[in-house]
């Protein structure tokens, strides 16, 4: 039973070659929106370049490109860190969830913004909103406790607060644990308990991770797994490099 199943979710994924809208895993914007500017040589090529890497770009632009047909691109426009809060209010009532889904993620999006967002009719809208860094600390720690998403979305949170953090540290599901090595605003008791979990790949995250003190990233340079003992003894390396440098 469990062959059958996976043939016919590969036969899924094989069917659906919407990079927008893949079977499985995350959209891609990117390839639409690369068809759509080929037919667009009015527009400036930096400002496109600049749009595809998540640039800034000018508000004329990013106005103009608002509400164009392709769906891909006012994606790119509702990620972008220049957008400003008349694009907003026209991205925020976009037929297209995708790209309402971009703007609940974008670390540039106000608060009361992300407040009518989480009004939206879809829950894929919704799920993504707990991410978002311009959420204050109660309102993360009202989302945790209300299960409005998967607690993986608030342990990457960088604004969520350390006695969620802390509480997050204590499961066991490798995805919270993995987001949790990621985030940056991790207090010390959180990454010793990283610093123990047996799995080396949540180690070895931590090990890149800026907040992880230098007394931890020493002990991991003795680590069983040769892969945490070399990127241990890099990051401090780094860091050593880093200090000379801003002496100079």
């Known amino acids: 039973m469990k062959g059958v199943l996976i043939i016919c979710v590969l036969f899924v994924a094989a069917c659906s070659d919407d990079p927008y809208d893949p079977a499985l895993g995350p959209r891609n ?36 490109l608002a509400d ?46 992300l407040l009518r967002l989480r009004e939206d ?28 998403t998967s607690p993986s979305v608030i342990a990457r949170n960088p604004s969520a607060p350390s006695d969620v953090l802390q509480e997050l540290s204590a499961s066991t599901d490798y995805n919270i644990l993995i987001a949790l090595a990621n985030n940056p605003s991790i207090s010390r008791p959180v990454v010793l308990t990283l610093a123990k979990q047996k799995k080396p790949s949540i180690r070895k995250m931590i090990t890149y991770n800026p907040t992880t003190p230098d007394d931890v990233l020493q002990s991991l340079t003795e ?26």
Not at 121 to 147: C, E, F, H
Not at 223 to 248: C, F, G, M, P, Y
């Open 68 to 113: 164009v047909p392709s769906r891909e691109v006012r994606s790119f426009v509702a990620a972008n860190p220049s957008i400003n809060e008349s694009i907003m209010e026209k991205l925020i009532h976009d037929k297209e969830p995708g790209v309402r889904g971009y703007l609940a993620r974008n670390p540039h999006v106000p608060r009361s913004v």
């Open 121 to 148: 009719s879809d829950k894929n809208v919704r799920w993504g909103l707990p991410g978002n860094p311009n959420w204050t600390a109660d309102d993360i720690r009202q989302m945790y406790r209300d299960r409005v």
């Open 223 to 248: 680590d069983s797994d040769e892969d945490v003992r070399r990127d241990a003894l890099l990051a401090l390396q780094r860091r050593i490099r880093t200090e000379h440098k801003d002496r100079r």
């Open 29 to 64: 914007p990117r390839p639409g929106a690369e068809k759509y500017f080929t037919g667009r040589r009015d527009l400036p090529e930096d400002q496109k370049a600049a749009l595809l890497h998540y640039k800034p770009c000018s508000q004329e632009f990013l106005s103009q």
